[in-house]
């Protein structure tokens, strides 16, 4: 049964850093567009980013003013999210999730982890 599980989430100060990552098993990584999705309180579920199977191309939110860098290590089937400069607003539940298709659409992303909370302070 496939599994998705992130790590790295915690408390930090506007303007600092974070990395989360992502282990993915029980399924053919290198197949699966990764996603990290977030949900703030009291708000909808939106796309961060994503980065295809084969690591060549990511889509990043436009919100996100380059802030963020996804990368994936398909021999690790991991999958990361480098955060920088990250302010208020990015405090959130963060989600990795896989699909086979390169889409920004969460209902077709197949498998899903648990979240990792992100809270930053001002």
């Known amino acids: 049964q496939a599994q998705l599980e992130e790590s790295g989430g915690d408390l930090v100060q506007a303007g600092e850093s974070l990395r989360l990552s992502c282990a993915a098993s029980g399924l053919t990584f290198i197949r699966y567009n990764m996603a990290w999705f977030r949900q703030a309180p009291g708000k909808e579920r939106e796309l961060v980013a994503v980065?295809?199977?084969?690591?060549?191309?990511?889509y990043y939110a436009e919100s996100l003013e380059g802030r963020f860098t996804i990368s994936r290590d398909n021999d690790k089937n991991t999958v990361a999210l480098q955060m920088d400069s990250l302010r208020p607003e990015d405090t959130a539940v963060y989600y990795c999730?896989?699909?086979?298709?390169?889409?920004?659409?969460?209902?077709?992303?197949?498998?899903w982890g648990q979240g990792t909370q992100v809270t930053v302070s001002s």
């Open positions: 999730a896989a699909s086979k298709l390169a889409t920004m659409d969460e209902s077709r992303y197949e498998y």
């Open positions: 980065a295809s199977w084969w690591g060549s191309t990511s």
